[in-house]
């Protein structure tokens, strides 16, 4: 029987520094870890412990994985002194990923704050390998400081993709920066309030495009409310949850939101699933 | 087929040829452990901690290594040799079904139960937390007992075998059969009960938090509410190291702590007491009743005796569904 709490060796082949404290590491597992965009796995810092990661590389390449890691607590800080060649562990996926079969013919918008472009890098990478099937692709990336950008290399190349668009926005102005200014939130400011208008003229048919949104919880709250005041759908505003998920199966309780189990019946929550909790986020 | 058990302690000697058994034991601070031979078990009164620790040891490591660079790490099951827990009340037996269906995909659990016989306690008398009925469990049920043990009048216990483990278990058995004797009348105490009906939905609508800061104000953070009850069985999984030798172990954990919800960036979505407290009791009450019809709840009030400020879930319970009627 597969044992469900047996990490599988991974070796890290490659390292890249994205920001001062975030990096993006390449692992090679003993056997294939395969998962769809929105799953997420645990991974092992042998002797320190497990903390859950949602990759951040194409679900069609099964025989490595990246993880885009900041450093932030014991996993990742003991994570960011191993070197390339040294051994972790990985076990999952856990959780369910996004329905893309329901995101065809539909406009997606995808909203990242900070080191919560990681984990949706995955879900473009996995857009992109269909990139036909979908009507448009509009990334809006928000990060505190030019300096605390992740991919700076791909968003350039992402923006070069058929039928997508790179919003960016950095937090404060910055001398180096000559993009727009404001947290992510402002990126939403091209949607009207009201949807009075003629459904061709808006960048996003609010009654069917797609949000998938991922970023600190103060950045869900403020996109959530946006959306919703903008008109969207609840149903197409796909939320990644943050919890201190340990487990991954739904048993430990950690990871409990009212009947939920983020790390089962998420980590990708709707908003209309998190719309009965006084503070979901 | 049932005999008569004058002493428990022959029926622990007697078990013991069939396993390792587990069951009350203690005087002042009764919990279940390994009961050895001449060791009666403390049928007195109800246990003050659960049998929670015979079906999910409250530090398990299943992973092993050595802190050295080709370690091989092994996996290590639940005991699973076979064992048998004797004394467990109608409450705990329908606390245990709770477990049951938490761990149902785990193999590990699995052998362990079926390794592990339950020889039953038929509830004597009603203590002073007790609302066992109040949550539908009835007191006199032998439900999900392999053997049942019922208080005799004159004193001793009848001792009824009652599925086929049970009966392969007691074969051999060096007592005489019960023959005409007669089962004690249950004891009755006079306390408030809780009027259970409606509670889940009643509980459903409670997700304001004004109600919360006054249930919870007593409370002090001390978690042993979580930790004697029978149907808690949230865990942490945590590496240690020990020298050159290290494990991964499943530990006890509870939705108590502050510390149960913090993320590693310092976001804690329970980070306020109201909320920690409404998480207990809407996951017994509410949020379980949702997913799997059943209350998450044997109604042995474990967790009324044991809190240090006088909490009682019954009280809470019946003011928070006023509270959501009104």
Redesign the interface.
């Known amino acids: ?1 597969k ?5 599988i060796e991974s070796v890290i082949e490659d390292i890249k520094d994205e920001t001062p404290n975030i990096k993006t590491y390449r692992f090679r597992p003993k056997e294939p870890v395969t998962f769809e965009a929105g799953q997420f796995v645990e991974l ?1 810092v ?6 859950p990661f949602t990759p951040s590389s194409n679900p069609n390449v099964t025989e490595t994985m990246e993880i885009t890691i900041m450093e ?5 800080d003991a994570l960011a002194k191993m070197k390339v060649g040294d051994t972790v562990g990985i076990r999952g996926p856990y959780g369910k990923g996004y329905d893309l079969k329901d995101f065809e013919g539909r406009e997606i918008l995808i909203m990242g704050g900070g080191v919560g472009l990681a984990p949706l890098r995955s879900l473009i990478l996995a857009l992109f390998d269909d990139i036909d099937k979908y009507k448009k692709i509009s990334i809006r990336y928000g990060a505190r400081t030019p300096a605390d950008i992740v991919y700076k290399d791909l968003l350039p190349k992402w923006e070069q993709m058929k039928n997508t668009e790179v919003l960016q926005t950095i937090d404060e102005p910055h001398p180096d920066w000559k993009g727009t200014v404001g947290v992510v939130t402002v990126l939403l400011d091209d949607l009207p309030l009201v949807t009075t208008v003629d459904v061709e003229s808006l960048p996003f048919d609010p009654k069917t495009a797609i949000a998938c949104v991922c970023g ?2 103060i950045m869900l709250k403020f996109v959530n409310m946006g959306l919703l005041d903008k008109g969207w759908n609840p149903e197409n505003i796909f939320h990644s949850m ?3 998920m ?2 991954g ?1 739904g ?4 990871c ?4 939920y189990y983020i790390c089962k019946d998420g980590p990708v929550m709707t908003a209309a699933q998190v719309a ?4 979901p ?1 | 087929m049932s005999w008569i058990v004058k002493d428990a302690s022959e029926l622990v000697e007697f078990l013991r040829t069939k396993g390792g058994v587990y069951g009350p034991a203690g005087d002042d601070r009764i919990v279940f452990d390994e009961l050895g031979n001449g060791a009666p078990p403390n049928l007195s009164r109800l246990s003050d901690v659960s049998a929670r620790n015979v079906f999910q040891p409250m530090t398990h490591y ?2 092993r ?1 050595e ?1 050295r660079p080709d370690t091989e ?1 092994s ?1 290590r099951d639940y005991d699973t040799t076979p064992r048998v827990v004797v004394g467990l009340r109608p409450c705990d037996v329908a606390a245990l079904t709770v477990h049951d269906t ?2 149902a ?1 785990s ?1 590990s659990y699995r052998a362990l139960r079926d390794a592990t016989a339950i020889v039953g306690l038929v509830c004597p008398a009603r203590e002073e937390a007790c609302f066992c009925d109040s949550v539908g469990v009835d007191p006199r049920s032998t439900d999900g007992m392999d053997a049942a043990l019922t208080v005799a009048v004159g004193g001793g216990y009848v001792l009824a075998a009652l599925t086929d483990k049970g009966r392969t278990l007691m074969s051999g058995a060096p007592f005489p059969e019960s023959g005409d004797a007669t089962a004690a009348d249950f004891r009755e105490a006079d306390h408030p009960v809780l009027a259970a009906e409606g509670v889940p939905e009643a509980l459903g609508r409670l ?3 004004e109600i919360w800061d006054e249930i919870g104000f007593a409370c002090v953070n001390c978690r042993v509410c979580t930790y004697v009850c029978p149907t808690c ?7 240690e ?1 020990f020298g050159t030798e ?1 494990g ?1 172990a ?1 530990v006890w ?1 509870s ?1 108590q702590s502050k510390s ?6 310092g ?1 804690n ?1 329970r980070a306020t007491k109201p909320a920690r407290v409404r ?1 207990r009791i ?2 017994k009450y ?3 009743p ?2 799997e019809g059943a209350l998450m709840c044997g109604g042995c009030g474990r967790c009324i005796k044991g809190c240090p400020t006088g909490r009682n879930i019954v009280e809470e319970l019946t003011l928070l569904k006023g509270g959501a009627a009104t």
Do not use: I, W
């Open positions: 029987m044992n469900l709490y047996r990490p092992t042998p002797g320190v412990g497990e903390a932030v607590g014991s996993v990742t600190p919880p943050e919890r201190n340990s487990c199966l048993k430990c309780g950690h409990m939101m009212g009947e009965k909790f006084e503070d986020f | 299943y992973l290594f802190d790490v996996f938490v761990f995909e193999g997700r304001e938090m069985h949230c865990f942490t999984v945590t590496d190291v290290g991964r499943a954990d939705c149960f919800t913090k993320e590693a960036s976001h979505p998480q809407l996951h509410a949020y379980y949702e997913v």
